[in-house]
């Protein structure tokens, strides 16, 4: 049995057969390399190529972070982040900051250019030792380029040049780009992220796993539990079984049928940096040429208190993905009161997961009515499993959903805009001339 469930009855798309046909070859593309971006399509048999092997010197080199820090420091932006957040954020406790010691704790860094947070993080760890993981597959990424600086210097400071390549491990190209030099340089041990997985598609290489590893995570069930979604997603699984060739068909047809965005919401907080992942992973993928459904998110019943009134009742021109949670890792149930002072005794006996429930339920019908047609997407509870399988269903629709768009899913052109102007108002060497006009335009 599949490890998702996905429920569609409730999108108000009724599949015909030449959608169906045209998500099936979209899915094809995939397999036989002939559609756009064919040099990025390593993610499509990833799980299933992962070796026993690997996973034991990923787990080998986590331990002897965890071994010689209370805090790694986890160095990276974008797809090089992205999910190793989302994942630990999931399978971590929610109060594990009132917690005292339990062992060591990952941290993030590289995905901003705050002075106050960084700081803030050095401030934090001035008593703690120190260990780093430093990921970025092109090696010039500013962001993470200009923490690793910042991290390394402590390191070193602390420990020496010895100590630092004892503590510090990076994972990029296999021969290019600044840090590979740098690591090689310093002899800092390296995970190399393959040529054909972007960004975005990275998170089962040592890219994710390596930082899941060391914040404890079983990087092992979440492979396994990729591996299933990609055997169950595989181009010879027939459309009406294929659960991400119908989601992906589902959303193009919502697309075509107006709406322009598509909401990613849980009843679970812990999930909300899965919210993150999905939306770089189908913003970056499918934006571009003119195109693609805006990915948005919500966590409920939370946002219900904020963005709920624009979903029931603003702009007709959106759709809901509900990521459903079957099952509770904890038990709490409601007790009854005897003065019953604040009227809720009917919900006495209960568990809370029950009351989460029927909102659940309650405001799909709710938003179902109001114009927002609903997908449903059911994971049997937050653990290591079913978070693999849930991170590969999302690639493999958003491989197919790109192609039926009719863009290169596996670029991204458009973030270079921004990086050209920074570089110009930085007075990076190579950037003069456009150093000039830039700060003529802001005078
Ligand atoms: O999906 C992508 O390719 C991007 O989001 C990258 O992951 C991000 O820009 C970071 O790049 P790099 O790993 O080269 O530092």
Redesign the pocket.
């Given at each position: 049995m599949a490890v998702l469930k996905l429920d569609i009855s409730k999108s108000g798309v009724t599949l015909t057969p030449a959608m169906k046909s045209r998500a099936s070859e979209a899915l094809s593309l995939l397999y036989s390399k002939q559609g756009a971006g064919n040099d990025f399509l390593g993610w499509v048999h990833l799980p299933s190529s992962i070796t026993a092997e690997e996973i034991a010197r990923i787990e080998a080199t986590a331990q002897h972070l965890r071994a010689c820090a209370e805090v790694i420091v986890c160095i990276?932006?974008?797809?090089?982040?992205?999910g190793a957040r989302a994942v630990a954020e999931a399978m971590s406790d929610s109060f594990a900051f009132l917690q005292g010691n339990k062992g060591p704790k990952v941290v993030f860094a590289g995905q901003n250019l705050s002075e106050d947070y960084t700081y803030e993080l050095l401030d934090a760890v001035r008593e703690k030792s120190l260990a780093a993981i430093v990921?970025?597959?092109?090696?010039?990424?500013t962001?993470?380029a200009v923490a690793f600086r910042i991290i390394k210097a402590e390191i070193e400071k602390r420990y020496g040049k010895q100590g630092a390549a004892e503590r510090i491990v990076a994972i990029?190209d296999r021969a290019r780009?600044a840090l590979k030099t740098l690591a090689t340089n310093e002899g800092y041990p390296t995970f190399v992220?393959p040529d054909d997985v972007?960004?975005?598609?990275?998170v089962l290489t040592p890219?994710g796993l390596l930082p899941l590893a060391a914040a404890g995570v079983d990087i092992a069930s979440l492979v396994r539990g990729a591996q299933e979604m990609e055997k169950d997603t595989d181009e010879s699984v027939p459309f009406d079984e294929n659960l991400s060739a119908q989601y992906a068909a589902v959303r193009y047809a919502l697309y075509e049928s107006g709406k322009k965005i598509e909401i990613l919401g849980s009843y679970e907080p812990k999930l909300q940096y899965i919210n993150e992942w999905w939306k770089?992973l189908y913003g970056?993928s499918e934006g571009k040429d003119g195109k693609g459904l805006f990915p948005a998110s919500v966590t409920l019943t939370a946002d219900l208190h904020s963005m709920g009134q624009y979903v029931q009742e603003g702009e007709r021109t959106m759709f809901e993905t509900i990521l459903s949670v079957a099952s509770s890792k904890h038990e709490v149930r409601i007790e009854p009161d005897a003065e019953n002072l604040d009227g809720l005794n009917y919900l006495a006996g209960k568990r809370l997961s029950e009351v989460n429930r029927m909102a659940e339920l309650g405001v799909q019908l709710a938003h179902v009515d109001g114009g927002v047609p609903n997908i449903r997407v059911e994971m049997p509870a937050i653990d290591e499993h079913s978070l693999g399988a849930l991170l590969y269903f999302f690639e493999k629709a958003c491989g197919i959903s790109g192609y039926l768009l009719g863009v290169n899913p596996f670029n991204?052109p458009g973030?270079e805009a921004y990086k050209k102007n920074m570089f110009a108002l930085l007075e990076k060497p190579g950037y003069e001339a456009e150093s000039k006009a830039i700060k003529a335009r802001l005078k």
């Open positions: 990276g932006i974008g797809g090089s982040y992205l990921i970025s597959k092109s090696g010039t990424t962001e993470p990029t780009g992220i972007g960004g975005r598609f990275s890219v770089q970056e991204q973030v």
